[in-house]
């Protein structure tokens, strides 16, 4: 690590996590809150875990949106995707090298068994997670230094480790020496405690009296169904006042939500959007950087955000990178649509009269992704694009678009749609990365160049330091265009007005329950 | 009649077999595997190849098809429907609940429906070709006609959102007793019932309008014997003999899983079941479901058979 002494390093790191070591800075709600009441909801999104009755109360099987709701991790990414702290007090790298990571734990934060958090529980549960967790791989093992302090040693520098332990299957669980049994019983630290399970159907939860906020929560009880996949059936409920609130819901009901007496629509700041995989595999029009430039520029992102979501309380426009615009790092693209630009650029590569484009595939894995898609093609015909598309099956559609990565196979990835979510700067621009299908396995120069920087991000614990190298990659994809990221959409929740203070979060499952409280 | 039996269950069981092979094969043409569908975009994207063919070893999921389906029937013969690939779980409990579920609302339904269904049937018979006829057949073609999920979604308008005095999707567990159930469901209960009313009845009147003109009725007629008592002890069993075959198949159906009503619903039953674990390709529990509904199909068939060769000796030797 070239010029980036132990003291430049323990120093920069200091004064980056030195706001986290400050006391949790969760804002108060506005209005005095009401202690009591009992609120269901019914929550829509996709649920990949497959949970049943032996497992169900564990965090990697519960449906994601769950599981801040009776567990907690160290860490936590607040509805502006910033970092705050949650059962550590203290996260700071113990060298230079940012190879290892000391974090202090909270003092007397219960179980809800009754036992008292330590470090031991924190390593047994890393344990649990480097093994399973995809973004805890990194963790090589763990040291317990005495029972509030515990290190982190990883494979290699992370600057954005923190992010990992706001990971929320990351979870801090009991501990116990058998890692195929740890967190079956379903007791964590969380603000509800389980009282009963329906797996990927129905969970109830109580509130728990030694949680470690003072006076949080407020709700008494707490009942989350499961509706993923039935709109209808959710919205049914919702108008037969079943449920309170209902999370997830499609963009296209809120012009119809809005109309729903007492009712609040509440969006996030940010939310999933959809990636445009531009395959170059021998032979592939997209091996050349101007046609996918010319792609990029002739698509009418705000036009798209009007038009499918509804406006920008609804939708975002995307920069290329897989950076979320609510997050801190997200540098807004400069420039709009530029149709002259396009067509020059086709032009310069050989197709002055337009260029016809292979089929783009997409799954209606969200409602609006017809129109989505309709509104591109419609979009970049006008620079001479002329662009195919055909809606395939959800079933089986991972399997159809990525292909075998191995090119010589000829089984090759499929000009595509797929969706991500927002993560830490780090991950989200790591997807980008040559190796991966989402890069449409980007090579040459300008990719090294892209990975040398990312390299260099994660050896930089000093934050600015690190947002300049980000925004220099963000211009590397703005103009190399490995894939394209149009336009993304907000996570859009509904209540009844008499439920306070839920705020809804670009990544849906970090919403915090603690803080909702009933006004009648 | 022992004969009979047996041989109806040789016939059965020859059946159970080929549907049992058929099944785990038809189960192989779904593309993507379990450990495919269980991960994020994000796993996959963060997830190195090797890593992904290393879980999938683990999950058994790269074993050669012959030894899956060795493993599959020998299996059966244990009666052990193994275990769901991703988490490990029997597989008898996670259909036994959601089976349990959809008998019981298979059970109200027919409890229900039949009386109603032979009521209207014998009325409709009696008055065949009047008004009376005309309107039954008429609402039955309709109520048969209409797709369950109009029909749920209707209720679901009139009683849970404009009239709130039932529930618009029943909340309650998949495991809760069962008076808690059907207690929560009354829509789903409404709904099916009334697409088996219409389907059971149109069925009936016509076995009752056969048997009310064949010979041996118009005989009874003329020993004098009373006409309620010539429609409810000679022609009703009479008339239902050809529509055991259909209400058989009816009530296995129900039982094998009321896909559209569950989902309308979110009844928590066999069907509903059947779509998430072929959604998240647990094959092994699509196999049991189905294996489920292939039992139910056949043993309401050779229950069919058998009542039929009981009040119609003249079949016994078929």
């Known amino acids: 690590m070239v010029g980036f002494s132990r003291r430049t390093a323990l120093g920069a790191g200091t004064a980056l996590f030195g706001a986290l070591n400050a006391a949790l800075a969760v804002a108060q709600p506005a209005a005095t809150p009401r202690r009591g009441g009992a609120l269901v909801y019914a929550q829509l999104s996709g649920n990949r875990r497959g949970g049943d009755a032996t497992n169900s109360r564990h965090p990697y099987f519960m449906v994601d949106l769950i599981t801040r709701s009776a567990y907690n991790t160290l860490a936590w990414v607040d509805e502006d995707l910033r970092l705050q702290l949650e059962l550590a007090t203290r996260i700071v790298p113990a060298d230079a090298s940012l190879k290892v990571w000391e974090v202090t734990i909270r003092e007397g934060v219960r179980f809800h068994d009754g036992r008292v958090m330590t470090a031991n529980d924190v390593a047994s549960s890393f344990e649990l997670h480097r093994r399973r967790n995809f973004a805890s791989q990194q963790i090589q093992r763990t040291e317990v230094m005495n029972p509030t302090t515990i290190r982190f040693h990883l494979d290699a520098g992370n600057s954005e480790f923190p992010f990992v332990l706001a990971e929320y299957d990351c979870v801090v669980m009991p501990a116990n020496p058998d890692i195929d049994r740890i967190g079956l019983e379903g007791i964590g630290t969380g603000p509800f405690r389980i009282t009963g399970s329906d797996p990927q159907r129905r969970m109830t939860f109580e509130r728990f009296d030694d949680y470690w906020r003072q006076g949080f929560p407020f709700l008494d009880r707490l009942e989350v169904i499961n509706r993923e996949g039935q709109s209808e059936a959710a919205l049914a409920g919702y108008r037969a006042r079943q449920f309170d609130a209902m999370l997830n819901i499609d963009p296209r009901l809120t012009r119809q939500m809005e109309r729903e007496p007492q009712t609040d629509l509440v969006p996030a700041a940010s939310g999933d959007q959809a990636v445009i995989i531009l395959p170059k595999h021998p032979g592939s029009l997209f091996n050349d950087a101007r046609i996918r430039r010319a792609f990029s520029a002739a698509i009418d992102r705000e036009g798209l955000v009007r038009i499918v979501y509804g406006g920008t309380r609804w939708g975002w426009v995307g920069n290329d990178s897989h950076l979320a615009a609510a997050d801190p790092m997200f540098v807004a693209p400069e420039r709009g649509r530029d149709l002259a630009l396009a067509r020059r650029l086709l032009a310069e590569a050989g197709h002055p009269n337009g260029v016809t484009l292979p089929t783009l595939y997409y799954a209606p894995q969200w409602p609006e992704m017809a129109r989505y898609f309709q509104f591109i093609q419609e979009s970049v015909r006008e620079a001479g694009i002329t662009l195919p598309i055909e809606e395939r099956p959800n079933d089986g559609y991972l399997r159809f678009r990525t292909g075998d990565p191995d090119v010589s196979k000829g089984n090759w990835h499929r000009f595509a749609y797929t969706a991500v979510g927002p993560r830490n700067p780090g991950i989200s621009l790591f997807r980008m990365r040559p190796a991966n299908n989402e890069s449409g396995y980007w090579s040459g120069p300008a990719a090294e160049r892209y990975m040398a920087l990312y390299a260099r991000a994660m050896l930089t614990a000093e934050a600015a330091a690190r947002r300049a190298i980000y925004a220099e990659m963000q211009e590397l994809l703005r103009e190399e265009v490995p894939a394209i990221l149009p336009a993304g959409r907000n996570n859009v929740l509904i209540k009844r007005s008499t439920v306070q203070n839920l705020k809804n979060h670009p990544q849906h499952w970090s919403i915090r329950w603690d803080e909702v409280w009933r006004s009648a | ?318």
């Not at chain 2, 090797?50 to 050669?64: C, I, S, T, W």
């Not at chain 2, 008898?92 to 109200?108: E, F, H, K, Q, Y």
């Not at chain 2, 909340?171 to 808690?180: F, G, K």
């Open chain 2, 1 to 318: 009649m022992i004969s009979l039996i047996l041989r109806r269950g040789a016939l059965s069981l020859a059946t159970l077999f080929l549907l049992a092979t058929f099944i785990f094969f038809a189960t192989e043409v779904l593309p993507g595997d379990a450990l495919d569908v269980s991960l994020s975009a994000d796993e996959v994207a963060m997830m190195p190849p090797e890593v992904l063919a290393r879980r999938k070893a683990e999950l058994g999921l790269d074993r050669p098809i012959l030894e899956r389906y060795l493993g599959f029937l020998g299996g059966l013969l244990k009666f052990d429907l193994g275990r769901t690939i991703i988490t490990r779980a029997p597989v008898a409990d996670i259909v036994a609940m959601p089976l349990r579920n959809s008998m019981a609302l298979a059970a109200v339904t027919l409890l229900l429906a039949l009386p109603v269904a032979l009521g209207i049937a014998m009325a409709a018979a009696q008055a065949k070709g009047r008004g009376l006829d005309n309107a039954v057949s008429g609402a039955a073609i309709i109520g048969y006609s209409i797709p369950e999920f109009v029909t749920g979604l209707l209720l679901i308008a009139v009683f849970a959102v404009w009239w709130p005095i039932f529930p618009a999707t029943i909340t309650a567990s998949t495991d809760d007793p069962l008076s808690v159930l059907l207690a929560a469901a009354p829509l789903a209960v409404i709904t099916t019932i009334i697409g088996s009313i219409a389907y059971l009845g149109r069925i009936l009147r016509v076995g009752m309008i056969e048997v009310m003109a064949s010979d041996f009725v118009e005989r009874l007629h003329l020993s004098g014997i009373p006409r309620w008592r010539i429609l409810l002890v000679h022609a009703l069993p009479a008339a239902v003999i050809p529509g055991l075959s259909a209400a058989a198949l009816y009530a296995a159906s129900l039982v094998s899983g009321i896909v559209v009503v569950e989902m309308v619903f979110a009844y928590p039953g066999i069907g509903a079941e059947l779509v998430r674990a072929v959604t998240r390709r647990e094959v092994h529990v699509v196999q049991a479901i189905a294996l489920a509904a292939a039992i139910c199909v056949v043993s309401f068939n050779l229950l069919a058979d058998l009542g039929i060769s009981t009040l119609d000796p003249r079949t016994r030797s078929a």
